[in-house]
Each structure stands twice: as C-alpha cells, then as structure tokens.
T-cell receptor, first 111, second 114 residues
Framework: QKEVEQDPGPLSVPEGAIVSLNCTYSNSAFQYFMWYRQYSRKGPELLMYTYSSGNKEDGRFTAQVDKSSKYISLFIRDSQPSDSATYLCAMSDTSYDKVIFGPGTSLSVIP | GAVVSQHPSWVICKSGTSVKIECRSLDFQATTMFWYRQFPKQSLMLMATSNEGSKATYEQGVEKDKFLINHASLTLSTLTVTSAHPEDSSFYIC??????????FGSGTQLSVL
C-alpha cells in the first residue's frame, strides 16, 4: 500500500462547479497536510497548509482533514478555467525530514 | 508566501557536458533544501536532501557522483548534473521550508540533453 493515495483523474468539470479533490494516507504519524497546485512545466504552488483536523478556508478553497479516517480533501468553489492544473496533496510528520506527495489529480475546468 | 528562486528555467546542452542549477531562498534562510525530478504527467520524485554545511543525503537509486549537490550557504543550494546524457533530460525542481515548516518550491528547470 502506498503511503499516500490520490485519484489521478483526469477530472473535468464545467466552470462554476464545486470541485472535490481527495487523498488518503496510511501513516498515522503525519501531522502536517498541504495542497499544491502545479501548472504544466512550473513548480508547485502552495495553496493550503494545515496541521489539525477540521476545515480551513481561504477564498474559494477549503481544506478538510480527518485524521481519524486518514483522509484529506480540497474543495474549490466557483471553479474557473484558470484552476485547470494538477493538484498535489502532501503530508509530513513532525520531524519534517521528508514530505510525501500524492501522485496528483489533473483538473480541467471547461468554460 | 516565501520565495524560492530557481535558475535557469530552461537549459539545453550537449551530451557529456555538465549543467548547474541554482536554488535560492530569497526571503528566508533554509538549512535544508530538497531536489526533485519530475517526468511528464508524473508526480515529484525526491532525489536528495541538501544540508547546509554538510553532505547531501541521496535517495535510493540516485547516483551521487552524477548529481552533485552543494549547499554552501543558508540561501543557496546547487545541483550539478555531471556528464549529462539524454536520459537525464527531465524537469528538476528544488524546494525549501520556512521555520513555520511550510514548503515552497522553485519554478523548476527543464533540462534537455541532446
């Protein structure tokens, strides 16, 4: 079993839709959870960062962490064509020696 | 957010030559930086952890003599691909984390070896 699993997609939605992106993990030592957005041939951009269970909102983005189920989600409201990218979940334990990434979900928002 | 600068963005070189990629943390000090390789439509593959003032830690299967890492200061790490060959062509990305443990990435370097 991989440490972090993520549906690779591709996921295609119409503009304005709510997008739900998800990751599951197996290591209960993970305490820090992140979501990154990566455009083609660019470095990943940090979107959300959290270290506790529950929801964290930033504009159109909401990150949700459920440590008991080892499940994290990223919700995008009112999706825009500019949101079309690959979304990577990432997580780390408290040592932060290594950050583990999911394989990424490719998202296309159709105008 | 914090800024990590990576240079160059693109490099084309002949087979057998060496290429150096720089990664700088512009507004924070980074005792540790990370180097990744990414193939098209695949996720990031950690190559090595760069430690300021000491030797880098390489992941299994990564040739340390092929991919030389130097972390001479708290704001600069370099990756040198030595005697590059076409199979080394890839997208290389660096990252560094702040004291708040947020990980930021450089913009990446596309290496093409002819």
């Amino acid at each position: 079993q991989k440490e972090v699993e993520q549906d690779p997609g591709p996921l295609s939605v119409p503009e304005g839709a709510i997008v739900s992106l998800n990751c599951t993990y197996s290591n209960s030592a993970f305490q820090y959870f992140m979501w990154y957005r990566q455009y083609s041939r660019k470095g990943p951009e940090l979107l959300m960062y959290t270290y506790s269970s529950g929801n964290k909102e930033d504009g159109r983005f909401t990150a949700q962490v459920d440590k008991s189920s080892k499940y994290i989600s990223l919700f995008i409201r009112d999706s825009q064509p500019s949101d079309s990218a690959t979304y990577l979940c990432a997580m780390s334990d408290t040592s932060y020696d290594k950050v583990i990434f999911g394989p990424g979900t490719s998202l296309s928002v159709i105008p | 957010g914090a800024v990590v600068s990576q240079h160059p963005s693109w490099v084309i070189c002949k087979s057998g030559t060496s290429v150096k990629i720089e990664c700088r943390s512009l507004d924070f000090q980074a005792t540790t930086m990370f180097w990744y390789r990414q193939f098209p439509k695949q996720s990031l593959m950690l190559m090595a952890t760069s430690n300021e003032g000491s030797k880098a830690t390489y992941e299994q299967g990564v040739e340390k003599d092929k991919f030389l890492i130097n972390h001479a200061s708290l704001t600069l790490s370099t990756l040198t691909v030595t005697s590059a060959h076409p199979e080394d062509s890839s997208f290389y990305i660096c990252s560094a984390h702040t004291r708040e443990l947020k990980l930021f990435f450089g913009s990446g370097t596309q290496l093409s070896v002819l």
